[in-house]
């Protein structure tokens, strides 16, 4: 049995994987795969694939290629999700901020540098034209410690995934004063180098079994009802995030891949571009 380690956060997306795993697929086809749930966030699955306490990893697209970018080992195998992420953009329930405009130059809640909230803080500024520069953050590691910072005053608004921060919006603790969806496909696949050279054909089963199970996810009896009984989210909420995702089955193509590079050099979030051939697999 070949035991691989895969980590993801702990979100709808990555049902999945645990689908596979509970129904013996991955066991069925000699691998042992170890899921990890890390409710941190891409910043701290990156930190995972360089420290080797992971081979694999679910992360957001321009996460894992920003840290490509600053010397992780790793390659993106294959896009997850398709379709763009949806990024609410919440306050505390009692803030005095309205709108969008109104948080200009609030201090923003993010899990850690690195991390999608907080690369997306910086797309979402350049989208309404504030200066990028002027953008301080705190860090908060999870929802959770969102949610303190926010209801203490600590940071003024936080980003993250809209379906799953909308029970917290429907409790009456944040409020969501507006949406910024990925310009790009939100989840890949990435795997650390050492681990493709050493078990390619592993990676390969991992990524056949995967792939099924997306494809044909939707078709689920009753999927909604087990997506909003696992996630605490309303049937309704659900129905309306399973029209809006789509899984893939594809490798990231160039012009994805260029597309996500040239905002994340754009907005100075890294130095140079590299190689499309380097950063993936």
């Not at 705190?138 to 995934?161: C, K, P, Q, S």
Request: charge should be negative; include cysteine.
């Amino acid at each position: 049995m070949k035991n691989i380690k895969i980590a993801g956060v702990p979100e709808h997306f990555n049902l999945p994987w645990h689908l596979c795993i509970e129904n013996g697929e991955f066991e069925d086809a000699g691998i042992d795969l170890e899921w990890a749930d890390v409710p941190e966030g891409t910043g701290r699955l990156c930190q995972m694939l360089r420290d080797r306490e992971t081979d694999m990893a679910v992360l957001l697209t321009e996460g894992i290629i920003k840290d490509i970018a600053a010397g992780n080992t790793s390659k993106i195998v294959q896009v997850y999700v398709q379709s763009p992420l949806i990024w609410g953009i919440h306050v505390a329930a009692g803030s005095p901020y309205k709108t969008v405009d109104d948080i200009e130059k609030g201090k923003v809640a993010i899990s850690r540098y690195g991390s999608g909230s907080h690369l997306m803080a910086y797309v979402n500024a350049k989208q309404h034209g504030w200066r990028i520069n002027n953008l301080e953050f705190e860090i908060v590691n999870t929802l959770d410690g969102a949610i303190e910072a926010l209801t203490e005053g600590r940071a003024d608004y936080f980003m993250w995934e809209r379906f799953m921060t909308k029970p917290v919006v429907d409790k009456g603790i944040f409020r969501r004063v507006g949406d910024c969806p990925t310009p790009w496909p939100c989840f890949v696949i990435a795997v650390r180098n050492e681990t493709l050279v050493n078990d390619a054909d592993s990676i390969g089963t991992i990524l056949d079994i995967i792939n099924q199970t997306t494809e044909e996810f939707k078709e689920i009896p009753s999927i909604d009802r087990t997506l909003a009984g696992r996630y605490g989210q309303k049937i309704e909420d659900i129905q309306e995030w399973l029209k809006l995702t789509r899984w893939s089955q594809k490798k990231l193509d160039k012009n994805t891949f260029d597309k996500v590079q040239a905002q994340l050099l754009e907005l100075n979030i890294i130095e140079k571009k590299i190689a499309f051939e380097s950063a993936t697999g």
